[in-house]
């Protein structure tokens, strides 16, 4: 089992900011995938950015050129800098590891949008 907790969200105005961060328990971590994903209420849980061990991103259209994903293997954590925001990123964010078939995810940490 891999143990996610994540951190970093709260409230925020439109066109803000906000760091999240996602710590985990793991003997393999830079072997996993690492994700961040959003759920919205009333919505189906998707996918914001991923990154693979060895550092490639990819990013969904809605979040390309605004959020950056990055990770730092030797303190096993992965970041989500999320700029210019806007109420449609309110939601709830998740972290995902994956190592093939294999999930898990964290908590959840709520970002909140003002206009």
């Known amino acids: 089992q891999v143990r996610l907790v994540e951190s970093g969200g709260g409230l925020v105005q439109a066109g803000g900011s906000l760091r999240l961060s996602c710590t985990a328990r793991?003997?393999?971590?830079?072997?996993?995938?690492m994700g961040w994903h959003r759920q919205a209420p009333g919505k189906q849980r998707e996918l914001v950015a991923s990154?693979?061990?060895?550092?490639?991103?990819t990013y969904s259209d809605s979040v390309k050129g605004r959020f950056t994903i990055s990770r730092d293997n030797a303190k096993n954590t992965v970041y989500l800098q999320m700029n210019t925001l806007t109420p449609n990123d309110t939601a709830v964010y998740y972290c995902?590891?994956?190592?093939?078939?294999?999930?898990?995810w964290g908590q959840g940490t709520q970002v909140t949008v003002s206009s």
């Open positions: 990154i693979t061990f060895d550092g490639t991103p």
């Open positions: 793991a003997t393999s971590f830079s072997r996993y995938v």
């Open positions: 995902n590891s994956r190592w093939g078939s294999v999930e898990n």
